[in-house]
């Protein structure tokens, strides 16, 4: 047994209580991969885990954060999906590996309810680990296991994506970013809304059909509409409580909204005569299986698709990252580099 560092929650919530531990690592025993951890990528969730709003209830001490690619060490007898050297990331959820979640799968969640991998080794089951395409670095890889998988579900797996749709996002965070990339990949026309004239450059530049500035257009989802014929196939919705009311607007009757994030907190004021007039189906998606992830890699290396990194930071000033993350500048993934 050897030791060593992690990024932990160890007895207070907030990102300054966060603390740069030492602890001990074990060899890997049957059916498991130890893994050293090379990049790590930082979700919102992270966020709402560090500062204690997630939930009071975490096992403490934590290591923080549910997104990792590294380098398989060694592997424990009965393990043939990896061998020492190979490339992986780590699942969101380490016990979905096919079929539909449930709550005893979404437990399992990295990060919260058990251990995170913002840490130099990582040891777990092989079979919560995938190959990542070889064209990607460490850092872009990083940026897989939640955001891009959770854009791969919701644009893909329960959006049904075919050419011709349009899809809205909203935002130009990671899993907006991804569902830009793989809706344009299936040949979609991709409406984008962001508050920045130099991110809707960038959006453009990844190639969002459409930039709607929502501070010069407040009524973006009337702007949204203007560029359909009736409305967009898919929104994918990431400000929750406070544009679900728009989202249902923008969306064709029939249409399909990806609830994903929920940035505004709150009680929504939803219209819900006009999303059951409109025959819309919202559909929560948090994250998705191992079957998606690997679905999702084949893409990603046909399309030759790379993802978009913000920010690589080093790991001893992890809490700079998420100050950087806090602050809603980014354009991407934040990573922080172990």
Known sequence: MGMHRAW??????GLDKLSLESIPVSV??????????????LNFRDLLVARG?????????LTLCSDCAGEVVSVGDGVKRFKPGDRVAGLFMPDWISGSVNEAKARTARG????????ERLLCDAETLVSVPDALSYEEAAALPCAAVTAWNAVVVEGCVKAGDTVLVQGSG?????????????GARVIAITSSGEKAERLKSLGANEVINYKERPDWEEAARKFTAGGVDQVIEIGGAATIGKSIRA??????IALIGNRAEGEADVNLTAALMKAIRIQGIFVGSRDMFEDMNRAIALHEIKPVVDRVFPMDQARAAFEHLAAGLHFGKVVIAV
């Not at 709003?53 to 001490?61: A, D, E, H, I």
């Not at 919260?112 to 840490?119: H, W």
């Open 112 to 119: 919260a309810f058990s251990q995170g991998v913002l840490t």
């Open 251 to 256: 969306a064709r009757t029939g249409g399909y």
């Open 53 to 61: 709003l997630y939930s009071r209830k975490l096992p403490l001490p």
């Open 174 to 186: 990671g899993v907006s970013v991804f569902a830009l990339q793989f809706a344009r990949a299936a």
């Open 28 to 41: 890997a025993g049957p059916g498991q991969a130890l893994v050293a951890v090379r990049a790590v990528s």
């Open 8 to 13: 932990q929650i160890t007895a207070e919530f």
